[in-house]
């Protein structure tokens, strides 16, 4: 799949491009995402990506989830010339956040991926308690 992301992605960055990087952080309803292009001569441009594949990267953190322990609440995708590119995830540490999600997305995220209490990091513990009021 992100092969694919890649093949959709190539063909929207400016001429010349250097290097493409963009972090997500999502829990429930709730992401936020940024993108940036690095251009040759060390500026950075903003880069909005195609809804498609914003969809792609959705249907690759549904196909992440592990039973009991959830799914990656963020990702960080570097994408560098021709077509090399590179992802990390984050399922376990606190995804950052300006705009805090609510307990209503914790609980939502605990619906759509569920994590066993035992193995569910403090912080995702702690909006979970948010939603119970």
Request: aromatic fraction near 12%; proline fraction near 9%; hydrophobic fraction near 40%.
């Amino acid at each position: 799949m992100l092969d694919d992301i890649t093949t959709m992605v190539l063909p929207t960055l400016p001429r010349g491009w250097v290097q493409l990087v963009v972090r997500a952080s999502v829990i429930g309803r709730h992401s936020e995402a940024s993108a940036g292009v690095l251009m040759p001569d060390r500026t950075t441009v903003r880069w909005d990506f195609p809804p498609d594949v914003w969809e792609l990267f959705q249907l690759l953190r549904k196909g992440m989830h592990v039973e009991g322990l959830g799914s990656w609440v963020g990702f960080s995708y570097v994408l560098d010339p021709p077509h090399e590119w590179s992802i990390s995830y984050n399922r376990d540490e606190a995804p950052v956040f300006q705009v805090a999600p609510t307990g209503l997305d914790y609980a939502t995220e605990n619906r759509w991926f569920p994590r066993d209490p035992e193995t569910a990091p403090a912080w995702f513990r702690v909006g979970l308690a948010r939603a119970r009021g």
